[in-house]
């Protein structure tokens, strides 16, 4: 089965930084898209980053900047360094990954099961 293990969430001050990391368990054939998705109580999960197999960032205007996405490919995990933090930045934070199975052949979306991020002023 697949599973997607986050880990690096915690308290910290505002100004402060943290590094979360997401690794991608199972038998996968590739792993596409990466990324960082964030919910705070109240809101709608929204986008923070993603991440190409090859590369290609995008990031959420609110954290561009500040936060840098990358990947290794090779330990098939997923990183977000985030600096210079900010109370609004309090949310849990969910991993995301397209991945393709080695026996379901089409691309199909998989979420870890969240790390809380708090930012204290």
């Known amino acids: 089965q697949v599973q997607l293990v986050e880990s690096g969430g915690g308290l910290v001050q505002a100004g402060g930084s943290l590094r979360l990391s997401c690794a991608v368990s199972?038998?996968?054939?590739?792993?596409?898209?990466m990324g960082w998705y964030r919910q705070a109580p109240g809101n709608q999960r929204e986008l923070v980053a993603t991440?190409?197999?090859?590369?290609?960032?995008n990031y959420a205007d609110s954290v561009k900047g500040r936060f840098a996405i990358s990947r290794d490919n090779t330990k098939k995990t997923v990183y977000l360094q985030m600096n210079s933090l900010k109370p609004e930045d309090t949310a849990v934070y969910y991993c995301?990954?397209?991945?393709?199975?080695?026996?379901?052949?089409?691309?199909?979306?998989?979420w870890g099961q969240g790390t809380q991020v708090t930012v204290s002023s």
């Open positions: 991440i190409t197999s090859a590369g290609l960032t």
């Open positions: 995301h990954a397209a991945l393709r199975l080695r026996s379901f052949n089409i691309e199909t979306d998989y």
């Open positions: 199972g038998s996968i054939f590739r792993i596409n898209d």
